[in-house]
């Protein structure tokens, strides 16, 4: 990367535009590998301007690829838009696999290890939750009971924020007579946080209680890639054990879920217990059967400690939402470099969100260790491509009006950064939704670029921790898998404290090398997976959890 006194940036030697790094005026002169030219309109930090004037219909490129092409002829020094360009992407196939690659020294984490859960099948947890779920939608209301009974009494609500104090002046204020102005400008207190007191079980992080709209009305294929789903939490590492509530005519069957457990884990010996409810008749016995096993297994989970464990048994999940014009140059390379690290050291990381990696194919497939993986990806990449133009809505839909707004105005820019997250390793699986990636390495896994949808696929797959960088900023969680947020810019980190765990804004004001903030990154990983510090979407208890319809969700 090439950069002057911080006002712009050339993140590939090949590309033909420039990053904004801070508002640029229209008239400011810019002086580039030997070029001299002015601004033409003035551009916003985040956003890119034209090394060299361009025909129309001229590419443009970025991270090295083609990520769009003009609509008009543009000068040098113009800033690039939604109305004067728009998505391209180069085509891709098979070619040879190009697996070298630079590893990082990871000298500074040689024999470290952090303190985790282990599980008989040989993966380790960074954490050790019950699960409540639901086979179907129509048990949702009884998950919320068994909620109801049991978090504040066992000690896990307190990670909820109580905002009743603010209502009762509100309350207080209309009874007085007050109007809507003096309402809108009262000064009402902050609550306080409740369920302060002792968790009953002190080694169980948590009961987890997961609501979703699917399990029956919906396709079969549908139904069935929720029970894969929901057996990959129930033997995700996190968990010690689950209770699993079924109305019994669905189609999301408990046969089906037990199968989809034993594919992912024959020798499964942790407690589950499974409950229909039209064969234990009414509500009452429903939910006491439901109680008392819970009970029990919580008391069995309790029991387990934290051991030692080395840094190959973490999963990362690579995440991002939110995304701004220096997601792919600071928080994502950062997340990347840790990426490689934790490959070296014979960890597993997973790369998701497939519709924003539309235009980087070739590099992700050339990267893949054997022809069949190559191939894999290719075709998921194209059928979910073809599906989404078919109803309406191709990958170029995908960026949303803030990630336009603050720079990612085509789907291939924005992916050609998303991609960063995954480093420079080889690609050691390509997976399915809703599928296991978890082998050494780099996996890739088939999910939609919405946020939490991607995320609760990736920890079904097997991530123990998710990384996830933001630029908007959002508090987005998941209920058994620590969520670390990161910040691309400090304005963001400085604004939103309460959701964001690192910043990574440093790298572009100069301060820190892409290197220094992925090992600050690291160590944070690992303080979180021993149990020693919670991030913030643990803290405000951001259980996000959405379940992908296999139809289009970019």
């Known amino acids: 990367m090439k950069t002057d006194k911080q006002l712009f940036l050339q993140i590939h030697p090949a590309d033909n535009v420039l990053v904004a790094l801070q508002d640029l005026a229209p008239g400011t002169e810019v002086v580039f590998d030997g070029k001299r030219f002015s601004v033409v309109s003035g551009v916003k930090a985040k956003h890119k301007f034209t090394l060299e004037p361009l025909d129309e219909g001229g590419e443009i490129r970025m991270y090295g690829v083609l990520v769009g092409k003009t609509v008009r002829a543009l000068p040098q020094g113009e800033t690039v838009t939604t109305e004067n360009i728009h998505h391209a992407a180069s085509p891709f196939e098979l070619r040879e696999r190009k697996l070298d690659w630079q590893q990082p020294d990871v000298s500074g984490f040689e024999n470290q290890i952090f303190m985790g859960y282990h599980r008989s099948n040989g993966t380790v947890g960074t954490a050790n939750y019950w699960l409540v779920i639901p086979l179907v939608f129509c048990e949702n209301r009884n998950v919320l009971v068994m909620k109801r009974a049991l978090e504040e009494k066992l000690g896990y609500s307190k990670r909820s924020r109580d905002y009743e104090p603010e209502v009762d002046q509100l309350i207080q204020l209309y009874r007085a007579g007050a109007t809507v102005e003096d309402v809108l400008n009262a000064d009402i207190a902050m609550g306080k946080t409740q369920g302060d007191g002792k968790r009953l079980f002190e080694h169980v992080d948590g009961v987890k209680f997961l609501n979703h709209e699917m399990g029956c009305g919906g396709t079969r294929i549908d139904s069935d890639a929720l029970c894969g789903l929901l057996a990959g939490y129930i033997t995700h590492p996190n968990v010690a054990g689950a209770t699993v509530l079924s109305l019994g005519c669905q189609h999301a069957q408990a046969s089906i879920l037990r199968e989809e457990i034993a594919r992912r884990d024959p020798h499964f010996d942790r407690p589950l217990y499974i409950f229909e409810q039209q064969l234990l008749g009414t509500e009452t016995n429903l939910i006491q059967q439901a109680l008392k096993h819970t009970f029990a297994g919580l ?226 990983v690992i303080e979180v997976a021993s149990g020693n510090v919670q991030p913030k979407a643990v803290q405000l208890g951001q259980d996000d959890f959405i379940p992908w319809r296999r139809g289009v969700s970019l």
């Open 299 to 524: 008391m069995n989970a309790n029991e387990q400690r934290r051991r030692p464990a080395p840094l190959s048994k973490l999963c990362i999940g690579l995440e991002c939402g939110g995304s701004d014009g220096f997601s792919g140059i600071s928080a994502n390379p950062a997340l990347g470099y840790v990426s490689d690290m934790l490959v070296a050291m014979g960890g597993s990381v997973i790369l998701s969100e497939f519709p924003e990696l539309c235009g980087v194919e070739q590099e992700l497939s050339d990267r893949c260790v054997d022809e069949p993986t190559a191939l894999r990806f290719m075709e998921l990449m194209k059928t979910y491509h073809a599906k989404a133009e078919a109803d309406g809505s191709g990958f170029y839909a995908n960026p949303s009006p803030g990630n336009i707004r603050d720079g990612l105005i085509t789907d291939a820019i924005k992916s050609a950064g998303a991609a960063k997250k995954g480093g420079t390793s080889p690609v050691t699986a390509v997976v399915d939704y809703p599928g296991v990636a978890n082998k050494p390495g780099l996996n890739l896994l088939c999910t939609p670029g919405n946020d939490v949808e991607s995320t609760t696929a990736e920890v079904a797959a097997g991530a123990n921790v998710v990384l996830f960088t933001t630029g908007l900023g959002t508090p987005t969680g998941n209920p058994i898998a620590p969520v670390i947020k990161l910040a691309t810019n400090t304005k963001l980190f400085e604004r939103m404290p309460d959701i964001i765990d690192i910043n990574c804004g440093t790298i572009i004001e100069g301060t820190e090398t892409i290197e220094q903030v992925a090992h600050r990154i690291l160590r944070f």
